[in-house]
């Protein structure tokens, strides 16, 4: 297979998309003639025009607004929130009401919109465009949350997200928008469905459970214990809402030993749900250890660069945290 970046396997999947359906409409800050903060979108405005590829006035709420009436009105909206940081902004339209319509009005309304934004630190953004904020969306009811880590899976779950007739938050870690992968050929269509946890790596010996930015440092880490000897199990969340409990629960009897491990502050992160997930299910009765967290510290995110990259879990602290497993 071809090797792309991130960000051109997010373009590609909006763009055949698009290509297929002209009732997908494209919507955000910048992400016309510029082509986005990121540039992930270079080049959509010059193929789609400014119908569908829309410019918008600085308002967080007013979009995400705009975008749950559009899709309730037939079209399938995309929107691009400049960074995750400012979905709280948009939370009374994203909660309150793209979230509830479809079961507010008995079905009759379905609100397929896609909500994509950048999230995570790592760019020396400072804290208020460089948080993890995705328990906040997975505990609204009516919302679907995915985070993909891979440019195979940031194609694939976000065309499965633009099919599906619910809400979905999208999240993309703004470091991996570089990070390069193998992905098929634009004529070789495939879809990720969304409620699919993906093993990275298989082991025996003890299980990571992770997602985002934070796969590639723990699949960094399960390389350099199999020189010891210790066969780590690397698990990818990708869809956070709906969860893939099978996977996790399936994994943990068979290592006995888990490890979640998120960029988002720990208390309150999404890791608890992870956790609890297994020990609530009859893998507890399978495990040597408890199930251990490994999350951001909890305090905003520094702008100094040497304080940003100790504020969330790195390579070391994930591999201290498994030798204390094991």
């Not at 004529?187 to 699919?196: A, C, S």
């Amino acid at each position: 297979m071809r090797t792309i970046t991130y960000a051109q396997a997010i373009n590609e999947a909006m763009s055949e998309e698009m290509r297929k359906d002209e009732n997908i409409v494209f919507m955000g800050e910048d992400i016309g003639v510029y082509g986005g903060a990121f540039g992930v979108s270079r080049g959509m405005f010059e193929e789609f025009g400014d119908d569908r590829v829309k410019d918008t006035p600085i308002s967080e709420l007013v979009i995400t607004g705009c975008a749950a009436g559009a899709a309730m009105t037939g079209l399938r909206p995309i929107v691009e929130i400049m960074f995750s940081d400012f979905i709280t902004l948009a939370m009374e339209q994203l909660a309150n009401q793209a979230a509830k319509n479809r079961f507010q009005f008995g079905g009759q309304a379905a609100v397929p919109m896609v909500l994509r934004t950048p999230g995570g630190s790592g760019t020396g953004a400072a804290e208020q465009h460089s948080q993890s904020l995705e328990a906040w969306v997975c505990h609204v009811p009516g919302l679907k949350v995915v985070i993909p880590s891979t440019p195979y899976d940031a194609k694939g779950l976000l065309k499965a997200s633009m099919l599906d007739n619910n809400p979905v938050v999208f999240i993309e870690q703004k470091l991996l928008y570089r990070s390069k992968g193998e992905v098929p050929e634009v004529e070789d269509d495939y879809i990720i469905p969304l409620g699919k946890a993906d093993i990275k790596r298989e082991g025996k010996d003890v299980t990571i459970v992770t997602y985002g930015r934070m796969v590639q440092r723990s699949l960094e880490v399960a390389e350099k214990f199999a020189s010891e000897g210790v066969d780590i199990e690397v698990i990818d969340v990708r869809t956070l809402v709906p969860l893939d409990k099978e996977c996790l629960i399936e994994s943990a009897k068979k290592t006995g030993k888990v490890l979640v491990v998120h960029e988002a502050c720990q208390t309150g992160g999404y890791g608890g749900e992870l956790a609890s997930t297994i020990v609530d299910s009859d893998a507890f009765f399978y495990l040597d250890a408890p199930v251990k967290r490994l999350g951001g510290l909890d305090v905003p995110i520094p702008y100094n660069p040497n304080l940003e990259a100790l504020v969330v879990p790195t390579e070391e602290k994930i591999t201290a945290a498994v030798r204390e497993l094991l």
